[in-house]
């Protein structure tokens, strides 16, 4: 049974996305959970999770299909850990 010892946000794969991505973190211990897709001027996209959820790794599956070629963020937020990447949209 693997339990995380801490909070990690991992790059997204593929990057670059054409047309869904897949988004993996890790939560050391039970909090609440936000997982927000930005773009390039800031502006949220989509909101992928926002729950409470237990410590493990989890797997999200983002459809970009319906966005512009272009840089996007992803941020997690859990607890006090907050971490963001970017991610390449080209179509």
Do not use: C, H
């Not at 936000?34 to 999200?60: C, D, K, P, T």
């Amino acid at each position: 049974d693997f339990t995380p010892k801490e909070f990690v946000l991992y790059q997204n794969y593929p990057n670059p996305v054409n047309p869904s991505t897949k988004i993996d973190y890790s939560i050391a211990k039970a909090t609440n959970v936000e997982l927000v897709i930005f773009n390039s001027i800031g502006e949220e996209i989509a909101v992928m999770v926002n729950e409470l959820q237990q410590s493990g790794r989890y797997s999200v599956n983002f459809d970009a299909s319906s966005l512009t070629s272009g840089v996007y963020f992803y941020k997690l937020i859990a607890g006090d850990f907050i971490s963001i990447k970017k991610m390449i949209l080209l179509k």
